[in-house]
């Protein structure tokens, strides 16, 4: 405990900050869990709450709690563990991306090619309001990890070279440009600054404040795959191996499930959660 007599709890990086069981609250609320569930579940943490508890140990009581209460719930708790999941390649991660691009109202384009004073293959292009964006994804299964200076000069570099392209092609007359550097952890100070210094706009799980990655897929209701807690571990990788990368798709598209080889028992529970993840009326069939 510190001086105030407060418990003390350890991040992921090791750092040790006081439980604010207010922060706790807060996220259990985005889950859309009801407050009855949301109540027992702190009413549980405090009760086994000791000095030292991580914020790991802390996620693993309020996930297993809420799952018994409701699945959906427990998906949407479970956000950013399910982006994690969207790995090793970074590929899903990056239609992930580019579908809460989309939902802002950006036109898309993945995997774009462009010849500057070298090729670029560009992991995201968005255009919106006479302004075309070149979006880069860093992809980290390691929610430990998180992307230093180098990235974003990388970035910078390659961006003003794609700029120094688009800037000559009839299509692109008129319009502005910007680089940005999309993670799904987080960057350090440096390339945060950096990043400011240079106009570069770079998205984390958390920043910027009001606007973060974490923020814009709660707004648009976005949910991977890797959220269902009624597919498997191999059935959530066959299904981003077809590029199956949202919730949603499932609900729109059942058919998509057919390859897994579900029993008809199974297929209603997994749409059911889809469903329910997505916040859609249809009945599952």
């Known amino acids: 405990?510190?001086?105030?007599?407060?418990?003390?709890?350890?991040?992921?990086?090791?750092?040790?900050?006081?439980?604010?069981?207010?922060?706790?609250?807060?996220?259990?609320?985005?889950?859309?869990?009801?407050?009855?569930?949301?109540q027992q579940v702190i009413v549980a943490i405090e009760s086994e709450l000791y000095d030292g508890m991580s914020t790991s140990?802390?996620?693993?009581?309020?996930?297993?709690?809420?799952?018994?209460?409701?699945?959906?719930?427990?998906?949407?708790?479970?956000?950013?563990?399910?982006?994690?999941?969207?790995?090793?390649?970074?590929?899903?991660?990056?239609?992930?991306?580019?579908?809460?691009?989309?939902s802002d109202g950006y036109s898309t384009q993945t995997n774009v090619m462009v010849q500057a004073c070298v090729k670029h293959e560009l992991d995201v292009v968005a255009e919106r309001d006479n302004v075309v964006c070149m979006v880069e994804c860093k992809f980290h299964s390691d929610r430990k990890k998180y992307s230093d200076v180098k990235v974003p000069l990388y970035i910078q570099s390659r961006f003003k070279d794609v700029e120094s392209a688009w800037q000559k092609m009839p299509e692109y007359e008129g319009k502005r440009f910007e680089g940005w550097v999309v993670t799904n952890t987080r960057f350090s100070t440096d390339a945060e600054d950096y990043g400011k210094c240079v106009g570069l706009t770079l998205l984390s799980w958390d920043k910027p404040v009001g606007a973060s990655l974490k923020q814009r897929i709660d707004e648009a209701g976005l949910h991977p795959v890797t959220s269902l807690n009624t597919l498997t571990v191999a059935e959530k990788k066959a299904l981003l191996e077809q590029d199956v990368v949202l919730s949603s798709a499932l609900c729109h598209h059942p058919i998509l499930l057919d390859k897994l080889g579900l029993s008809k028992t199974r297929k209603r529970k997994v749409l059911k959660e889809a469903h329910d993840l997505c916040e859609l009326n249809e009945k599952v069939e």
């Open 57 to 102: 140990e802390i996620y693993k009581k309020a996930f297993s709690m809420l799952r018994k209460a409701s699945s959906s719930a427990a998906a949407r708790y479970k956000l950013k563990a399910a982006i994690l999941e969207l790995g090793p390649s970074g590929f899903a991660f990056e239609k992930f991306v580019e579908s809460v691009l989309k």
């Open 1 to 38: 405990m510190n001086e105030l007599g407060q418990v003390l709890i350890t991040k992921a990086s090791g750092e040790r900050q006081p439980f604010d069981v207010h922060r706790l609250r807060k996220s259990l609320m985005r889950s859309k869990a009801d407050s009855d569930a949301i």
